[in-house]
């Protein structure tokens, strides 16, 4: 078959499947954070999914990037042509998510893979999981070994998609077994250095958003940075785990470098619906958006454990879980929240003159552009410390 390229399909973005408004967000440039979010669509990473037939792919970009509840996703129809979404503008994933239909030909003439792959960051490749897997192997293997003579560069991603239907013991055995096979398929052809991620996926539950922000994260080069400030913030704010969240994907760009616990993770997906669910509702209508400089909500749980979701910048917010008595001291953790905001804001400033600098450093910012984790964390002795003395 011939393959048709859509163009990107601004119309649908955040309109009707949507929960959100289509401004959401607020107006004006916020210390050059979006400043390219008028890029050329070209020169933004691509973020590829590909994999057989009704494995989920439309499925997957619908209920991460357009809110699409779940049930709805029965009735998507199948994609005829690659799907170019463009979120830069309305989400801090400045990248396209190009959606493939399952039944591409790669030996299809029209089938530029020089133009596909060159430019990808990250290829995510989707297996049924309640399907027979075999012939998705072999597509797997297809498209990765051919990407990767491409573009080297890429991170190959593999969702074993819609565990949902799989008991706990099916699911890990399932992965063990497309792992095996997978790299085993790889090393017969002398591709063992070719690194494939493997993750458990549904969209029935957070996993796919899990996931997503661990592919999205590999992505940002800022990444070790924002690990760090939030480590310095967290330790001295007694804040058990913090997240800083893509409030309209819910993805996660950044956490503290403690374990990841899924019920943590769900508990703060959850807050931001409500407080995005809250303003929309209730919020002012002049207003126009549903989250703003001035969004902050705190909520108490009946097992000593607080929620505390504050902005960071127009299209991310820091959601912290702390114990009650930490909150004690919430003049500190505000304090110390304020430091942390003005250097994720000085982290993503020096990101856009780098950028429009054409890759190099501004000269008066070279030393302090470097790819250290620790060169844009604030002096440590910025924050305010936990146990009462000043740091
Ligand atoms: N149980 C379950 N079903 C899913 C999941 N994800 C997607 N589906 C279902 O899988 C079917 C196919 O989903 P699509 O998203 O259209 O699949 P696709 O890969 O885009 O298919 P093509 O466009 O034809 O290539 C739909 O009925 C979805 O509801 C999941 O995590 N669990
Ligand atoms: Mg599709």
Redesign the pocket.
């Known amino acids: 078959m011939s393959i048709q390229y859509g163009e990107p399909d601004m119309a649908g973005s955040y309109g009707v499947v949507d929960s959100f408004p289509k401004d959401f967000g607020y107006g004006g440039d916020e210390a050059g954070i979006d400043d390219d979010s008028s890029a050329s669509a070209d020169t933004q990473p691509r973020i590829l ?1 590909m ?13 991460v990037f357009h809110k699409m509840s ?2 709805e ?8 042509k690659i799907h170019k979404d463009d979120l830069s503008g309305s989400s801090f994933v400045n990248f396209q998510i190009w ?5 591409v030909d790669f030996f299809d003439p029209t089938f530029d893979d020089e133009m596909i792959f060159t430019g990808t960051g990250a290829l995510i490749f ?1 297996i ?1 999981a ?1 399907d027979d897997y075999v012939e998705a192997l072999g597509r797997l293997h297809g498209t990765v070994s051919r990407a990767y003579r491409v573009n080297p560069h890429i991170n190959f991603e593999v969702f074993i ?5 799989l008991s706990d013991d099916h699911k890990i055995e399932t992965q063990r077994d497309v792992y095996q096979r997978a790299n085993d398929d790889l090393a017969d052809v002398g591709l063992e250095k070719l690194h494939l991620s493997f993750y458990l ?4 539950d957070h996993s ?1 958003f899990e996931a997503f922000s661990k592919v999205v994260q590999k992505l940002l080069p800022q990444l070790p940075t924002l690990e760090n400030l939030l480590n310095i913030f967290i330790s001295h704010s007694g804040i058990e785990k913090a997240f800083l969240f893509d409030m309209v994907s819910k993805i996660y760009i950044a956490t503290d470098s403690s374990a990841v616990d899924m019920q943590s993770y769900e508990l703060c997906c959850d807050m931001i619906d409500v407080v995005i669910d809250i303003s929309c509702i209730y919020g002012p209508i002049e207003d126009g958006g549903a989250y703003d400089k001035e969004s902050l909500a705190i909520i108490k749980l009946n097992n000593t454990t607080v929620l505390y979701l504050k902005e960071v910048t127009r299209f991310l917010a820091v959601v912290c879980v702390l114990r009650e008595e930490s909150f004690e001291r919430k003049g500190l953790i505000d304090y110390n929240f304020h430091c942390f905001r003005k250097a994720v804001h000085e982290v993503f400033e020096v990101g856009c003159r780098t950028q429009r600098n054409g890759g190099r450093p501004d000269d008066s910012l070279t030393s302090s552009t470097s790819t250290s984790s620790s060169t844009h964390a604030p002096n440590h002795r910025n924050y305010a410390s936990h146990n009462g003395s000043m740091m």
């Open positions: 999914l994999g057989l037939r009704r494995s989920g792919k439309s499925s997957i970009q619908k209920v779940p049930n996703t029965l009735f998507l129809e199948s994609t005829n959606d493939f239909p399952g039944q989707v049924d309640q998609h819609k565990v949902d239907g996926t549904s969209i029935y796919i």
